[in-house]
């Protein structure tokens, strides 16, 4: 059965970093591309990152040049460093798995 679970918010200033993580089990977690969405209140839920088998990375233009999507295949854990913080990237973060398979999400919140 798969199993994803993000860990890693909480609350940081403005210009902070954090670092969220996502373990995966119960898949070959390297066969497959993986992704970060987020879901800010009253907002639809976006894509944020992803990051393919062979770790090519792409990033929704809001977030490029600040966050970077990695993955440890030994560990079956994806991370997304996040750095340069801003209030608007206050949200939800969620891991995903292609055939709709999420995560309960993690919490970051961005606030002075």
């Known amino acids: 059965q798969v199993h994803l679970v993000e860990s890693g918010g909480g609350l940081v200033h403005p210009g902070g970093s954090l670092r969220l993580s996502c373990a995966a089990s119960g898949f070959t977690f390297s066969n497959y591309m993986m992704r970060w969405y987020r879901q800010a209140p009253g907002k639809e839920r976006e894509l944020v990152a992803s990051?393919?088998?062979?770790?090519?990375?792409t990033y929704a233009d809001s977030v490029k040049g600040r966050f970077t999507i990695s993955r440890d295949n030994a560990k079956n854990t994806m991370y997304l460093q996040m750095n340069s913080l801003k209030p608007e990237d206050t949200a939800i973060y969620y891991c995903?798995?292609?055939?709709?398979?999420w995560g309960k999400g993690t919490l970051v919140t961005v606030s002075s």
């Open positions: 990051i393919t088998s062979t770790s090519t990375t």
């Open positions: 995903n798995r292609v055939a709709n398979y």
